[in-house]
């Protein structure tokens, strides 16, 4: 059982080029994330789907586009890369609006990118 | 001032100890209060949350809420070296759709067999 799965782990970029972050759950979860983590700023909420069909802004939209591809996979893309992009990137998942699961429960490994 | 305050530490306890973390928040609208923690090089993982004032227990793990001093906190007892890592505290609150989850910035804890 993989849980949340993101490809790729490391990624090294040259400002302005873009790239996709790929996230999938197994778990038939219908809520999704994507959060960056930064030092001394905690995690923070880029892009959400609370189900198949819908996404939402979150805290830290700006440089960033995402899509729910299906239930399964939500994917994460930086169109021009930016050196304040350099983060550790995690997608999560949850089963549901309806509270009390309404937070991310499940989070992948991240993937560590590097702007230059 | 930041919604969520937390103690980055590192907190360092013998094998065995009592392990006390904390968060303080300003934000009366919370009304969930979670605690995850997070391997180095690994993904947070949702370890206990409790809705509202209150007390709850799961093993070695206690999470406790003061909504009156908006104080939060997890015990860990027995505490073992494979409990080594950063917690992140988290909460949410408010009423309509999507409630923002906010999450501390963590405190690094380290079990030293």
């Known amino acids: 059982n993989a849980g949340v799965t993101q490809t790729p782990k490391f990624q090294v970029l040259k400002t302005g080029q873009s790239m996709t972050l790929q996230c999938a759950q197994d778990m038939n979860h219908n809520s999704m994330y994507w959060y960056r983590q930064d030092p001394g700023m905690g995690l923070r909420l880029i892009y959400y789907?609370?189900?198949?069909?819908?996404?939402d802004k979150g805290e830290v939209p700006n440089g960033y586009n995402v899509s729910r591809l299906n239930k399964r996979e939500f994917s994460l893309r930086l169109e021009s890369a930016a050196p304040s992009q350099t983060s550790v990137y995690f997608c999560a998942s949850s089963e549901g609006w309806a509270t009390p699961s309404n937070q991310p429960q499940h989070f992948g490994d991240g993937t560590r990118l590097s702007i230059l | 001032q930041k919604e969520v305050e937390q103690d980055p530490g590192p907190l360092s306890v013998p094998e065995g100890a009592i392990v006390s973390l904390n968060c303080t928040y300003s934000n009366s609208a919370f009304q969930y209060f979670m605690w995850y923690r997070q391997y180095s090089r690994k993904g947070p993982e949702l370890l206990m949350y409790?809705?509202?004032?209150g007390n709850k227990e799961d093993g070695r793990f206690t999470a406790q809420v003061d909504k009156s001093s908006k104080y939060i906190s997890l015990f860990i007892r027995d505490s073992q070296p494979s409990d080594s890592a950063t917690y992140l505290c988290?909460?949410?609150?408010?009423?309509?759709?999507?409630?923002?989850?906010?999450f501390g910035t963590g405190t690094k804890l380290q079990v030293i067999p």
């Open positions: 988290a909460m949410r609150g408010g009423s309509g759709g999507y409630q923002k989850v906010t």
């Open positions: 789907s609370a189900s198949e069909g819908t996404t």
């Open positions: 409790t809705y509202s004032s």
